[in-house]
């Protein structure tokens, strides 16, 4: 048998793959509510977000249920059962917010540079964030317009390498884990916030403030991924998934 090359396990898929040991181990026996988030952190020595990322993971693959205002529970056997042998991969959510903070917040300063020899720049993302608005009135998430914005952002720095990079790591959003993040987070109120978020970085860019651009973007995605780690909602969220989503 030829060798094969072996991989680290991203953290989140570690810590899913013991806590579904302990379940299977029954540890947490069927129907029974899991510790909070912050000890189950404390106890495996690891970041909340880390944790979110596994129990969404587990949510996924069937082995546990997230009740609204309640908590987390092991799922019935028998949905275990049928949940994935193998389990859910791929980057993190919480993880890709990260890394699209690093690189955005540098687009969006070379956006910055770049308005003041580009009219249409500015004009284009004003026409993004319009494009969102339009989407949260009509109910829905307002995916189209934010995916718009962040890659004329990106485009603004006549860099393809960097607009393919920015073009994947926003669309992580399609997959399995991010969209059962999304569905318990992403809701009006949430939606709204970050258009105005958005606007705070079309004005730094229209200014041409390099500094205000870069702090602006990784504001913006610094509060998304906060947003995400907040306390489970109470009741879900209002508004509903695009019909067609973008996709690669």
């Given at each position: 048998?030829?060798?094969q090359?072996?991989e ?14 302990l379940?299977?181990a ?12 912050r000890e189950?952190?404390v106890q495996?020595?690891?970041s909340r ?6 129990l969404?993971?587990?949510e996924?693959?069937g082995?546990?249920?997230v009740r609204?205002g309640?908590?987390i529970?092991?799922?019935?056997r ?10 859910v ?5 919480l993880?890709t ?5 690093l690189?955005e917040?540098?687009l ?16 284009g993302l ?6 969102m608005?339009a989407d949260?009135?009509?109910g829905v998430m ?9 890659l004329?952002v990106a485009e ?9 990079v920015v073009?994947e790591?926003?669309?992580?959003r399609n997959?399995p884990?991010?969209?059962r993040?999304?569905?318990?987070f992403?809701n ?5 916030a970050?258009v105005?978020?958005h ?7 229209a200014a041409?403030?390099?500094a205000?651009?870069r702090e ?5 995605l610094q ?6 780690i907040?306390?489970?909602p ?7 998934p695009p019909?067609?989503a973008?996709?690669r």
């Amino acid at each position: 048998m030829p060798l094969q090359s072996i991989e680290p396990r991203r953290l989140y898929r570690q810590i899913a793959d013991q806590l579904r040991g302990l379940i299977e181990a029954g540890e947490f026996a069927p129907g029974s509510r899991l510790p909070a988030e912050r000890e189950l952190a404390v106890q495996l020595g690891v970041s909340r977000p880390s944790v979110r990322e596994a129990l969404i993971a587990l949510e996924v693959e069937g082995v546990i249920e997230v009740r609204m205002g309640s908590g987390i529970y092991v799922r019935p056997r028998e949905a275990m059962a049928a949940a994935p042998a193998a389990g859910v991969e791929g980057e993190g959510p919480l993880e890709t917010i990260r890394a699209r903070q690093l690189v955005e917040g540098e687009l969006a300063a070379a956006a910055a540079v770049a308005a003041g020899r580009d009219a249409a720049l500015v004009a284009g993302l004003r026409e993004a964030v319009a494009l969102m608005e339009a989407d949260i009135d009509a109910g829905v998430m307002p995916l189209r317009g934010d995916r718009l914005f962040h890659l004329r952002v990106a485009e603004a720095s006549e860099n393809s390498p960097l607009l393919r990079v920015v073009t994947e790591l926003f669309d992580e959003r399609n997959k399995p884990l991010f969209e059962r993040l999304g569905s318990h987070f992403e809701n009006e109120a949430n939606w709204r916030a970050a258009v105005e978020e958005h606007r705070r970085v079309v004005e730094a860019i229209a200014a041409g403030d390099a500094a205000a651009a870069r702090e602006a973007m990784r504001a913006h995605l610094q509060l998304s991924h906060d947003r995400f780690i907040a306390n489970w909602p109470s009741s879900a969220p209002a508004l509903v998934p695009p019909a067609e989503a973008p996709r690669r």
